[in-house]
């Protein structure tokens, strides 16, 4: 239900003066940020100033709103109050308020619970500036899973035969201050056993217990899963492809040793095997989670996935939780771990679109590096035809299914209590002990990294061998410590890395001497603490020369270690690292570059101890203080904040003061549809007014495609789903009904899909054209609103800058239209469509300034349309017109849209509910009654930023809710046997429709009504 809000303030003004008023209803500016509602005043009046008609807000929910001042049109400043809320509880409500006249900073009243410091203490907030995150707290009873691959612990058994369990050393597992201290975590992923084998039952019972007190809950996989999934399609398909290895490098690397002639030994005989390994590892998963939602409630979980071997579990989950709640309620997480690889590596995998929305599924995307996000921004713009934009915090919005998915990036930390403890142990100081009497004096250059080629350790060596050939007088004074890691992850790969490694090794000595090279390969995954800290102490370089690289601690680690009062060391980074992009002390080289790579070598070896402590002092302090916990920590605060937010933010340098408070006042809850509720006030109403939108409200919108290639708009040409197309088809016939399909298709693409439908109106292209309801498709006729354009002339002056840029545009074209003209970049390459479209907004604006038209730019195509053009024309004609036809005013109103050119819908809505019973003498005039019985549903698709008061997750959704409407939803009897009955009463229909619709009066006299 809904109150009609009149607003009166008392505000002695100076000549030239306005007084505004803004809130966090649709009529209230909030449909334009930047505009705010100018309130009038009469000389009998003043100095009280009123709103010109009352504000629609929702009956007994809080509504925000405060003054302004404008001098000039210009804004002056606001009144020095927190914003007011006002609770409406009777169908009209007067309000009179007193205008607080002293400026005040806009940060005081984008968050109204901040206490007052004085004026102008702080900074005026940027349209990209964050709300402040310190004062946002875990909702009530939330729990944080923490769900991985396999879980960061050990498993043994004792003497005994009793299974023992101890964390490892993961330092995002094992933290001091752990995030856990501030929300219950729990901990979810598969086990192994250090056998090898299979876990009998009685295992999986005893392990299950014993992980119960760690807040671990396992899963168990068959191993043929875990090798098809992990060392199969994990490790041989999208470990090489997300380090940039294409599939025919990736067959050209393998080769015999032993053969003069390279072999291709790469096929796919197996990857099948492998995808169908790796989806059952994600079901598994997702029904394991299930389970354990079900158990404690769906609500304020939070779900952070971990890595790429998870990649379907967002989506998995997501599914999951819709089908048996209707609403998703678990909060996601994904973070990924290892780079995101180039949009044209990515599209060479057979199953990238799954991956791509696998992801997409989750509520944050994070990377450890702006790099990584980067190439998943564009995999997800040419593979899937996403956008993506600015929002509040220096982070990045994908738009998808509806939602939109904050992708962030943010490189985890280590644990410096915990490294500090390692480096005290006594068998630290024993290895440092050791390694110093194996070397001597020779200054020691260290390495540890992973046995695989793309770990670049072969040119570290190669680097290292012209150091001691073209430097001659670090032969005898420097040793190259390397430490090669053998997890048995990539076996293949890690047997032909270590013979080449140890080929180069030999070649070196046997020039140089053993004691240039002290190397040693490691099986497992790292080595202790004991002996990587103990070998960071001693030396004075760490070298990292990884062709392709994610997360990697180590260089942090070593930065720690030689914190004071040790001696500083330091850091010679791949620039292909994503560590090379955190550390700003570091060395960055190129390690494909060999000669330079050795002349880095020696530079850092003869480096001063100032220049290294400098270098140090640069990234100490933020490693010190940046441990796992924090960054944990952070993230869960920018998806609390979004959520409590629940806008985005386009950053613009133009944005206004009252842009920074109305969009803080904007929508901040998300209320789904009641269908229940709806169902009891669609019974009770006798004229009803359905409003559709065609393309992502009753249809879903198609998908770009991985090529962007299609000859067709999103929605154009496709029928219903025959589901949908059976509800609308049963509410036409209901007399009580007036329904409409507002789309943003041509008149020909909406009458081939829902044309026939009897008694169905029409509107196409926006509002431009306009059908009445038929009973017969041939008795249809259109009627185009006239706007006063003259379209010979804008054609004239539009068609050669068209011209121009399609000819410079690969697969664009002109549509022309008899009212109307457009550009479409459909087909064209998404990145220079989009900037061909881009420039061409902006030429077009400027030549036809001269016209009543605008240049819109909606979804691969820029339109020429009139000004006054929007989807709210058509709405206000309908509801305006609907008692003269009908003869009484609507008491059911049911709007549904998807996208921002339905926001308009809503308004006229609104606008309808503010301005009927203000018409004294108009047909138009409603009385209070009336006021009160309508019941008002407007609906947004999907759960994004939007003025409607409700919002269903797709047009399945929608089509259920029609369906319930229609009486045809088998599952619900009820309201299949109310349609029924109401039915058998007759089609009454609009009187006149067949008749008036062709040949009738024009709609002109209607689009002046509606624009009164």
Same mark, same amino acid.
């Not at 192994?192 to 009685?202: P, Q, V």
């Not at 399609?233 to 053969?259: E, G, M, T």
């Given at each position: ?16 003066q306005?007084?505004h ?6 009529l ?14 009469t ?5 009280l ?83 402040p ?31 023992q ?23 979810v992923?598969?086990v ?13 019972k ?25 060392l199969?399609?994990?490790?041989q ?8 290895v ?62 790429y ?16 709640t ?39 995307v994070?990377?450890?590096a ?46 410096p ?22 070397h ?33 007088n ?33 070649r ?18 790292d ?10 102490k ?5 070298v ?44 960055r ?7 330079k ?7 850092a ?29 952070q ?14 933010t ?5 944005a ?15 209320t ?24 992502g ?9 991985k090529y962007?290639?299609?000859?067709m708009?999103?929605?154009?040409g ?19 009904n ?6 943003g ?56 800058l ?16 008899? %009212?109307? $003209? +457009?550009?479409s970049?459909y087909? @064209?390459?998404p990145?220079?469509?989009? *900037? !061909? &479209? ?72 609104? %606008?309808f $509910? +503010?301005?009927?019973?203000?018409? @004294?003498g108009s047909?138009?005039?409603? *009385? !209070? &009654? ?34 319930r ?12 046997a ?23 009066a ?11």
């Amino acid at each position: 239900m809904f109150s009609r809000l009149n607003l009166t303030v008392e505000c002695p003004t100076e000549f030239g003066q306005t007084v505004h008023v803004s809130g966090s209803s649709f009529l209230a500016g909030v449909s334009n940020p930047s505009l705010l509602v100018e309130m009038v005043t009469t000389p009998e009046e003043y100095p009280l100033w009123r709103t010109p008609q009352p504000i629609i807000v929702q009956r007994n929910q809080p509504h925000k709103y405060i003054y302004s001042l404008f001098e000039g049109g210009k804004f002056k400043k606001w009144e020095e109050s927190s914003a007011r809320v006002i609770k409406c509880d009777e169908p009209s409500v007067h309000q009179r308020d007193e205008f607080v006249g002293h400026e005040t900073d806009i940060s005081d009243y984008v968050n109204p619970d901040r206490q007052h410091s004085g004026l102008n203490t702080n900074p005026k907030p940027s349209s990209s500036t964050s709300l402040p995150r310190e004062n946002v707290e875990p909702p009530p009873d939330s729990v944080l899973y923490l769900v991985c691959f396999h879980l960061p612990l050990t498993l043994k058994k004792d003497w005994k035969g009793t299974w023992q369990a101890e964390w490892n050393e993961s330092l995002i597992a094992k933290t001091e201050d752990s995030v856990s201290t501030r929300i219950p975590t729990h901990w979810v992923g598969t086990v192994a056993s250090n056998d090898g084998k299979e876990f009998t039952e009685a295992d999986e019972k005893a392990i299950t217990q014993v992980l119960r007190p760690m807040n671990c809950t396992p899963i168990f996989v068959p191993l043929s899963i875990i090798r098809g999934s992990y060392l199969g399609y994990c490790k041989q398909i999208l470990w090489p492809a997300f380090h940039n290895v294409d599939v025919l490098d990736l067959a050209s690397c393998r080769w015999n040793p032993h053969s003069t002639d390279p072999t291709l030994t790469w096929d796919q005989q197996n990857t099948v095997e492998w995808w169908e390994a790796f989806k059952t590892l994600n079901t598994t998963f997702a029904d394991h989670m299930m389970r354990m939602l079900g158990e404690r409630g769906h609500r304020n979980n939070v779900m952070w996935v971990h890595d790429y071997h998870l990649m379907l579990l967002p989506k998995l989950l997501s599914d999951r939780e819709k089908d048996a709640t209707q609403h998703r309620q678990t909060s996601i997480i994904f973070f990924l771990h290892i780079p995101f690889p180039t949009s044209q590596i990515f599209r060479a995998l057979a199953h990238g679109e799954e991956l791509l929305q696998g992801v997409l599924s989750a509520d944050i995307v994070g990377f450890h590096a702006f790099d990584h996000a980067r190439h998943f921004l564009n995999a997800g713009k040419r593979l899937l035809g996403l956008s993506y934009q600015s929002i509040k915090g220096g982070l990045i919005g994908v738009e998808y299914d509806r939602r939109t998915v904050m992708v962030v990036m943010s490189h985890v930390g280590i644990e410096p209590k915990l490294l500090k403890r390692h480096i005290a142990r006594k068998d630290t100081e024993q290895a440092v002990k050791v390694i110093q009497k194996k070397h001597g004096n020779r200054v020691i250059m260290a390495g540890v990294d992973v046995c695989q080629k793309l770990s670049g350790v072969t040119l570290k060596l190669l680097a290292f061998e012209r150091l001691l050939t073209e430097y001659p007088n670090h032969r005898d004074e420097v040793v190259l410590v390397q430490r090669c890691l053998r997890p048995s992850s990539r076996v293949e790969d890690e047997e032909h890395t270590s013979a080449e490694i140890k080929q180069l090794v030999a070649r070196i000595q046997q020039q140089f001497g053993e004691g240039v090279i002290d190397y040693t390969e490691v099986v497992g995954n790292d080595l202790s603490a004991p002996e990587r800290l103990a070998l960071f102490k001693c030396a004075r370089v760490l070298v990292l020369t990884a062709v392709r690289e994610g997360l990697n601690l180590i260089p942090l680690e070593y930065i720690f270690a030689r914190g004071e009062p040790e001696s500083a060391g330091v850091v010679l980074a791949s620039e292909f690292s994503a560590c090379s992009s955190l550390l700003n002390g570091a060395m960055r080289i190129n390690p494909f570059d060999v000669a330079k790579t050795a002349g880095a070598f020696a530079q850092a070896l003869t480096m001063s101890e100032a220049e290294r402590s400098g270098r140090r002092d640069r990234d100490l302090p933020y490693i010190s203080s940046r441990p796992s916990a924090l960054w944990t920590y952070q993230a869960l605060l920018d998806m609390w904040a979004m959520k409590n937010e629940a806008s985005v933010t386009h950053i613009e340098e133009t944005a206004s003061l009252a842009n920074e408070l109305t969009h803080e006042m904007t929508m901040t809850d998300f209320t789904p549809l009641d269908v229940d509720d709806m169902m009891a006030a669609y019974r009770h109403s006798k004229s009803r007014v359905i409003l559709l939108d065609y393309g992502g409200s009753l249809l879903e919108k198609e998908g770009l495609g991985k090529y962007l290639k299609r000859n067709m708009s999103s929605a154009s040409g496709r029928k219903l789903p025959q589901p949908t197309y059976d509800a609308v088809v049963k509410l036409c016939e209901d007399k009580a009904n007036t329904v409409f399909i507002v789309s943003g298709l041509n008149d020909k693409g909406l009458m081939n899909a829902v044309g026939a439908v009897p008694g169905l109106g029409l509107a196409a292209n926006n509002g431009l054209a306009f059908s009445w309801p038929v009973e017969v498709a041939s008795e249809r006729s259109w009627e185009v609103f006239d706007y006063g354009v003259d379209w010979d002339e804008v054609k004239t002056a539009a068609l050669p800058l068209l011209q121009k840029f399609t000819a410079h545009t690969n697969g664009a074209n002109i549509k022309m239209r008899d %009212s109307g $003209l +457009a550009w479409s970049y459909y087909s @064209t390459d998404p990145e220079w469509g989009q *900037t !061909q &479209a881009k420039q061409l907004h902006g030429e077009l604006e400027v030549a036809l300034s001269a016209y009543d038209v605008k240049v819109q730019h909606l979804r691969g195509s820029l339109e020429v349309v009139p000004k006054r053009l929007h989807k709210g024309v058509v709405v206000s004609t309908i509801l305006r017109t609907q008692k003269e036809r009908r003869g009484c005013n609507p008491d059911f109103v049911f709007c549904v849209g998807d996208d921002a050119s339905d926001e308009q819908m809503f308004s006229a809505v609104y %606008s309808f $509910l +503010a301005q009927a019973g203000d018409q @004294t003498g108009s047909n138009d005039e409603m *009385t !209070q &009654a009336e006021m009160d019985n309508i019941r008002l549903y407007t609906c947004m698709v999907g759960k994004k930023p939007t003025h409607a008061n409700f919002y269903v997750n797709d047009p399945s959704e929608v089509a259920q809710t029609l369906s319930r409407m229609a009486g045809t939803d088998k599952k619900d009897p009820a309201d299949a046997a109310a349609a029924a009955a109401e039915r058998q009463q007759g089609r009454g229909g609009v009187d006149g429709v067949g008749s008036s619709s062709k040949g009738g009066a024009r709609l002109e006299s209607f689009l002046a009504r509606s624009l009164m």
